[in-house]
């Protein structure tokens, strides 16, 4: 098998001075679903913050594309995070949030938009200021950034809270295309979503402390 | 680092009945000074700059708290850290916005209220370019205190305790200047020094309050 994509190994973290992850290893390949499940407090978003360098942590190795990196921000630019806040511009209109999200990578290309806001809905919204749309639709807007960034990995944390059948529907098929073509994905939720013909792995992450 | 500057004065220009209110509390106190003390011109000309500087150096203060406030809690400031565009390039965006929309519109109303003030017509230059130079100073030394009590709630006593003692400096040479102008001699020394303050604190606000909001993204 290929290098992994992401490679850390004896990972502790905290969240409120409680360490919640504890001497973990995880490796992540090209092409591979990753799915974190585990109850309230289990630590999954502390996991995927400290993965993406948002959080203080600590690990005996961490390697990204088969090089040692010092700094999870070192390969910040080449992954995306969607996590619980929108990072959604209240003041902004759809067609100017989604080119502000644009604007975030050089890379990204915004060519696609008009069958973009189609895919997601939103046709029709783009003047619309995001203050003024749903949380699902404010979820959708978030997510549209996948579409149009050139990121090797999202790390997508609840990403289909709020979202409506036929929203998740168009994410699990966006999340296949990416695998396919060669992405990974590491995601967390509690809703059963099923990712047919990829390649998925499942990890269960448990309350630190309560089974002692 | 162009588009961040045009995405930041777009939502500064859209919050703008926000932040009139720093502006409308500068018009305020400037206003009062004529009507508690009488429009005396040989009472209130003396005072002028130094009401002018203090109005404006309060004003600022007041709009702080909201720099980094809302971007920090709907997680746009982690999006920012994140991508690919420096983020003190960022944050350098995000500071001229506010004074774009906080400062400048103080320099650009302080004549007018220099005439409520009976300021003399030779300070009148010196009293522009000194708020021009000072007010900017004013935003980036306020970025960084705002950038460090960001995750702190109601952190806007522990800004002023923070952030005024800096202000100092910029009062003291942005007021005298107008008032030495008054009496006939140019001001260069104190106008060289607010546009070498200005020059520092464009180089390393950005940098210190890019760091300090990331240590706060990293705590939270």
Not at chain 1, 91 to 118: C, Y
Not at chain 2, 84 to 102: E, G, L, R, S
Request: contains cysteine; charged residues 15%; hydrophobic residues 50%.
């Amino acid at each position: 098998m290929a290098d992994p994509l992401l490679n850390i190994a004896g990972l502790n973290c905290e969240r409120g001075g409680d360490p919640v992850v504890v001497n973990m290893s995880l490796q992540l390949h090209p092409g591979e679903i990753l799915h974190l499940a585990g109850p309230n407090g289990a630590g999954k978003t502390t996991l995927m913050r400290a993965l993406c360098g948002l959080l203080y942590a600590d690990y005996s190795r961490l390697e990204w594309n088969g090089m040692q990196v010092s700094s999870a921000l070192e390969y910040a630019d080449e992954l995306l995070y969607i996590g619980h806040r929108s990072s959604v511009r209240d003041r902004l209109t759809v067609h100017e949030n989604l080119q502000w999200l644009a604007s975030l990578n050089p890379a990204a290309s915004l060519e696609l938009l008009p069958d973009l806001l189609q895919q997601i809905k939103l046709a029709g919204y783009e003047d619309e200021l995001a203050s003024s749309l749903s949380a699902g639709q404010k979820r959708r807007v978030a997510l549209a950034r996948l579409q149009f960034s050139p990121a090797l990995l999202w790390v997508l944390d609840e990403p289909f809270a709020s979202l409506d059948v036929e929203g998740v529907e168009l994410l699990q098929q966006w999340i296949t295309r990416f695998v396919n073509e060669g992405g990974s994905v590491l995601y967390s939720t509690h809703q059963r979503v099923d990712f047919p013909g990829c390649h998925y792995r499942r990890i269960d992450m448990q309350v630190q402390g309560e089974a002692a | 680092m162009l588009a961040a500057l045009q995405t930041e004065l777009l939502l500064a220009f859209r919050k703008r009945s926000e932040l009139a209110n720093p502006v409308v509390f500068f018009i305020i106190v400037c206003a009062l000074f004529p009507l508690a003390l009488g429009s005396r011109a040989e009472l209130l000309s003396p005072l002028a700059s130094g009401a002018i500087w203090v109005a404006a150096l309060l004003a600022t203060l007041m709009s702080l708290d909201q720099m980094f406030r809302e971007d920090f809690d709907q997680g746009v400031l982690e999006q920012m850290e994140l991508s690919a565009v420096p983020f003190y390039q960022q944050v350098a965006a995000k500071i001229f916005a506010h004074w774009v929309m906080t400062g400048l519109p103080l320099v650009l109303l302080s004549p007018l209220l220099a005439l409520m003030l009976f300021m003399p017509a030779e300070s009148y230059p010196v009293l522009l370019v000194s708020l021009l130079l000072g007010t900017p100073v004013l935003s980036l030394i306020g970025a960084v205190g705002a950038s460090l009590t960001v995750s702190v709630r109601r952190g806007s006593v522990v800004l002023s305790l923070l952030v005024v003692p800096l202000y100092i400096p910029v009062l003291i040479f942005g007021s005298t200047a107008p008032q030495m102008a008054a009496e006939g001699i140019l001001p260069l020394g104190q106008l060289l020094w607010l546009a070498a303050m200005l020059v520092l604190f464009a180089t390393l606000a950005p940098l210190a309050a890019a760091y300090a909001l990331r240590v706060n993204m990293l705590g939270s």
